[in-house]
């Protein structure tokens, strides 16, 4: 008779067998929630990434500056239009919520100065760096002292100007009549474009974005400086290279450098400043020169004489003096608005104005054009090393107005406002993830 043998199983294996089958399922489950978190982060990955790539083309096609028009071209400003089109692009099922954002003129245009470093550092060398710099050390130096020569010769004007007007008298009576009438060749025909300063980016209170985002610490230094200068020149146009159709002001250098409404009021201020770098260098070179200082002592000893004032000729060589280096200076201004060359400093050789031709100047007979010079420096390479001696913060704020009106008025995108435009942002992101477990990690990503 055969036994019949009964299966058993200890209260120990049953422990062990319900804890290895707990084990395996909270392995699964654990894996299930690993595997629906990285989901979640390639959908917002995925979503983000697809934002910005929905970047306002005319900005990166005109000014190579990449930014997301957060109006979406209806001129309404709102961050829900950012979270929409990631849920639209699968986010679906997280929540986001945008607590860092950049805007493009947030801390006087940080972004976009940043961006166009980046563009600029592929194209250049560094040679004009080193050049700009030695000239830019001087630079300032001379037009201080051009100014101070000038105020000293306001005052002796002031007591003995009759006594200089048979030397320089056009030059005075043109002075008074304006700067650019005295100084523009013949036939250049000045521009009567204007702009409303309050419509302008560094006019307007602008929207701000929020939260701190890293900062290129190069962005200051000279050969940034440099390189981005080198971007005004080539993407906006000046009194003698006007650039585009259809914009709002053709001087756009020379705005970007004074901030005025108009481009007359532009140009006559870049004038005044490069008119008194000249008269301060012109004038130090001619108290070097004896040969031409003792044809001004003559003058001045005539002068004295003919007044029976021997005591005044010292104050009178000095004016007449001052008064030459303006003419000069003049001449060399001309020189420059003409197309010419006008070297930065002075010699024997390419000084142009004789004494015996001051009081020529701005008068009929007056056919002083200046010389071009093979060694010079053009009007461009001028506005350059004036543009090199600007605050950072004006300049790249400037730059933003040009940017901004010229795709309204020459690219008819009349939404576009620079300060709706975002660079970069931090999302915070939470997520449901499986049977009521919820995910929550951050999220950035920006351009540059």
Known sequence: MKRTKKGEITAFLSLIFVLLVSFILAMLESAVIQTAKNQK?????????????????????EYNVFAIDGTYETGQYEEELLLDRMSYYGS????????????????????????????????????????LTGLASSWEEREIRGEEVTGELEDVLADNGEMLMAEAGGLLQAKKG????LILPKDFRL??????????????????????????????????????????????GSALEPKGENRNLDY?????????????????????????????????????????QGEAEAVAAALAAAFMNPALEPV?????????????????????????????????????????????LGKEEDTQEGQDSEKGMTYQQYLHVLTFVKSNAKLTMRTLDRVEQNLIQEKE???????????????????????GTTYSFPLYYGYL
């Open 252 to 292: 756009e250098v020379e705005y970007i450098l004074c901030g005025k409404d108009s481009d007359a009021e532009n140009l006559k201020s870049v004038v005044t400043q490069l008119l008194m770098v000249r008269f301060g260098t012109n004038y130090a070179y001619l108290l070097s020169d004896t040969k031409r």
């Open 316 to 360: 009178l060589k000095q004016s007449l003096i001052a008064l030459w280096s303006l003419g000069e200076s003049i001449v060399d201004l001309r020189a420059l608005l003409a197309g010419k060359r006008v070297p930065y400093t002075k010699n024997e050789e390419n000084w142009q104005l004789q004494l015996s031709n001051l009081s020529k």
């Open 413 to 435: 995108q009349t939404f576009f406002r620079a300060d709706a435009c975002v660079t970069k942002i931090k999302l915070y992101n939470t997520a449901d993830i499986w049977n």
């Open 178 to 181: 304006g700067i650019l009438s």
């Open 191 to 236: 521009s009567g474009k204007t702009i409303r300063p309050e419509e302008q980016v560094s006019g307007r209170t602008c929207r701000t974005g929020r939260g701190s985002f890293p900062e290129r610490k190069s962005a200051g230094r000279a050969d940034a400086k440099v390189l981005f200068e080198q971007y005004i020149m080539e993407k906006f």
């Open 92 to 131: 679906m099922g997280i929540t986001q919520e945008i607590t860092d954002i950049q805007l493009l003129t947030d801390n006087d245009g940080q972004a976009f100065r940043e961006q166009v470093l980046q563009y600029m550092e592929s194209r250049t060398g560094i040679t004009l760096v080193q050049n």
């Open 41 to 61: 982060r390639l959908d917002a990955d995925r979503a983000v990434f697809s934002l910005f790539g929905e970047y306002q083309k005319g900005l990166t096609e």
